[in-house]
């Protein structure tokens, strides 16, 4: 009776070389301005987020106390994206998408939940450390995840729904150690609000992600480059219209002037800090946006995870934020739910269509 022999056992070398050459064929498959555009894009959301989330806290730290101001700024740099869009029209010899009733009154609820979306967060910065903000604001995958699976049928798995526990833990985890992760001015009741806020901002957040997707599927019908810009311009839009409604009931305009005399700096870092705040936000919604059309939702799920730690650091080192081990367990456990998010979406089989 003839044995079987046993199979060849790959060397971690071999592995590696595999890998290389895998890499090496994707490079050459695309031309060199594809790559280019992704570091790029890369770079803005790992770079511009943070940053947008850093000026917010800024503002507060400095002096600044409107909460529709920052939900203002979030939304008033739309017309950048607004001038990427035009171009691609004669790039890409397209046409834009009709807009129909149903589609218009979608892009309207989606721009009032991104108004309100908006203000949950001015909140959670206003009386949270951003490195604190930034690690509660993580849990947008959660509900995301959950939402996409009841509202859009998206598949789930064993490694996806291990995600939504460990992040729900790190969660956990910073509710416990809010005594040491407060700033002196900052009262419980404040702390607890800016901690409820950014949760109910997250799961807003989670079922505005779901919602655009059933926009593309059930009134769009194809997702592109520009289809994808057209949305982000359409709903920044209307946030801008329901938040300048919002700004303009309560005054804040009119007290931005006593508001930059007083704070810290002056009135030019005053202006500095809202203009770069609506520069970086907008630049961090476009560099997302051309990752999942350039790559894949997977690649934009790490560069998530990854501005995660980086915003906490930043945060850390710039603003002074302070950084218990509580903090830094429940960093290290969200980006372990980072990565179970990522192996699990990753090893789910995609649809044809």
Request: no cysteine; charged share 10%; aromatic share 14%.
């Amino acid at each position: 009776m003839d044995e079987v022999s046993p199979m060849p056992s790959v060397s971690l070398w071999d592995r590696i070389s595999n890998s290389k050459t895998l890499a090496w064929e994707a490079y050459k498959r695309k031309p060199i301005s594809h790559w280019i555009l992704l570091v790029l894009s890369s770079a803005a959301m790992l770079v511009a987020f943070p940053a947008s989330s850093l000026l917010s806290r800024v503002y507060y730290a400095n002096g600044g106390t409107s909460k529709w101001i920052i939900s203002w700024v979030a939304v008033a740099g739309w017309p950048l994206t607004a001038l990427i869009l035009l171009p691609t029209y004669f790039v890409f010899k397209t046409f834009p998408t009709p807009l129909d009733l149903k589609l218009t009154l979608a892009y309207i609820v989606l721009g009032f939940l991104s108004a309100v979306d908006n203000l949950m967060y001015a909140y959670a910065y206003a009386y949270l450390p951003a490195s604190t903000a930034a690690l509660l604001a993580s849990s947008s995958l959660v509900f995301s995840t959950l939402f996409g699976y009841f509202l859009v049928k998206n598949k789930l798995n064993a490694a996806m729904i291990n995600a939504v526990v460990i992040i729900t833990a790190a969660m956990t985890i910073i509710a416990l150690d809010s005594d040491s992760d407060r700033y002196g001015n900052i009262t419980d009741r404040q702390y607890i609000m800016g901690f409820v806020w950014d949760i109910l901002g997250s799961a807003l957040h989670g079922l505005i992600f779901a919602l655009s997707e059933l926009v593309f599927v059930k009134l769009v019908g194809r997702r592109s480059f520009h289809v994808v810009l057209e949305q982000q311009v359409m709903v920044s839009l209307f946030a801008f219209a329901f938040t300048t409604i919002g700004v303009v009931v309560s005054k804040d305009f009119q007290g931005m002037k006593s508001e930059a005399k007083t704070f810290k700096g002056g009135v030019a870092s005053y202006y500095l800090v809202l203009i770069w705040g609506a520069i970086t936000f907008q630049l961090g919604v476009l560099g997302g946006t051309a990752v999942l059309f350039l790559a894949s939702t997977v690649l934009a799920g790490i560069l998530n995870a990854i501005r995660v730690p980086i915003t906490s650091i930043a945060a850390v080192i710039l603003l002074h934020d302070p950084m218990s081990g509580f903090k830094i367990l429940s960093l290290i456990v969200t980006f372990w739910g980072f990565g179970s998010y990522i192996y699990g979406n990753s090893s789910t089989p995609k649809d044809s269509s």
